[in-house]
C-alpha cells in the first residue's frame, strides 16, 4: 500500500467512525444509521434516519415495525444539501449501512462518486445500482487493520 492509499484508508475510516457516532443521535429502535457527506476535505453534510421535522421521534409501531414515513438516513443528508444551496457533485458518502436501492436512487442523482459503508444490510439492489452508475462503492471494516482492509478491497 503506497503512502496516499494509506492516508486515504485512515480518513476514510475515521469519517465512518464520525458517521457512527453521528447514528446515535437516531430515536430508531431497530437501527440506527448514520451519514457524512464530504466534498474536498469538507463535510457538507450529515443525517441519521428517524421522522421528518416536526414529527413524534418515534421510528416503530406497536408492533416494531418502522413507520413508512421514516426518513433514511442517505435521504436525510441529501435533502439538508438541497436546503442548503451546496452541491454534493463529485462527494463522497460515509454511510453506517449499505444503502437500499431507493437511497441508492438518490446518491446517484445528488452527483455523488463515492460510497464507503461499514456494515452490509440485507439487500445488496442499492450496491449493485450505485455500481452499475460507475460510482465508486467501498466497504470498510472499521475493526480490521490497515494491511488486512487493503487486502479485501
Same mark, same amino acid.
Given at each position: $500500500?503506497?503512502?496516499? &492509499?494509506?492516508?486515504? @484508508?485512515?480518513? &476514510? *475510516?475515521?469519517?465512518?467512525? $464520525?458517521?457512527?457516532?453521528?447514528?446515535?443521535?437516531?430515536?430508531?429502535?431497530?437501527?440506527?444509521?448514520? +451519514?457524512?457527506?464530504?466534498?474536498?476535505? $469538507?463535510?457538507?453534510?450529515? !443525517? /441519521?434516519?428517524?421522522?421528518?421535522? !416536526?414529527?413524534?421521534?418515534?421510528?416503530?409501531?406497536?408492533?416494531?415495525?418502522?413507520?413508512? /414515513? +421514516? #426518513?433514511?438516513?442517505?435521504?436525510?443528508?441529501?435533502?439538508?444539501?438541497?436546503?442548503? !444551496?451546496?452541491?454534493?457533485?463529485? =462527494?463522497? $458518502?460515509?454511510?453506517?449501512?449499505?444503502?437500499?436501492?431507493?437511497?441508492?436512487?438518490?446518491?446517484?442523482? =445528488? !452527483?455523488?462518486?463515492?460510497?464507503? /459503508?461499514?456494515?452490509?444490510?440485507? #439487500?445488496?439492489?442499492? #450496491?449493485? @445500482? @450505485?455500481?452499475?452508475?460507475?460510482?465508486?462503492?467501498?466497504? @470498510? &471494516?472499521?475493526? =480490521?487493520? &490497515?494491511?488486512?482492509?487493503?487486502? *479485501?478491497?
Amino acid at each position: $500500500m503506497n503512502q496516499q &492509499d494509506l492516508k486515504q @484508508l485512515q480518513i &476514510d *475510516k475515521r469519517y465512518i467512525r $464520525m458517521a457512527g457516532i453521528w447514528a446515535e443521535n437516531s430515536y430508531c429502535q431497530r437501527r440506527k444509521v448514520g +451519514v457524512l457527506i464530504v466534498k474536498n476535505q $469538507m463535510i457538507i453534510s450529515d !443525517g /441519521y434516519n428517524g421522522t421528518p421535522s !416536526g414529527f413524534e421521534n418515534i421510528c416503530e409501531d406497536e408492533h416494531n415495525v418502522t413507520k413508512p /414515513y +421514516v #426518513l433514511h438516513a442517505e435521504a436525510n443528508a441529501i435533502t439538508k444539501i438541497a436546503r442548503s !444551496g451546496n452541491s454534493s457533485e463529485g =462527494a463522497t $458518502m460515509y454511510v453506517t449501512a449499505s444503502p437500499c436501492i431507493e437511497c441508492a436512487k438518490l446518491i446517484i442523482q =445528488a !452527483g455523488i462518486r463515492r460510497v464507503v /459503508y461499514s456494515e452490509k444490510y440485507r #439487500l445488496e439492489d442499492g #450496491l449493485e @445500482l @450505485l455500481k452499475r452508475a460507475g460510482i465508486e462503492v467501498q466497504f @470498510l &471494516d472499521i475493526n =480490521a487493520s &490497515d494491511e488486512e482492509t487493503e487486502t *479485501k478491497k
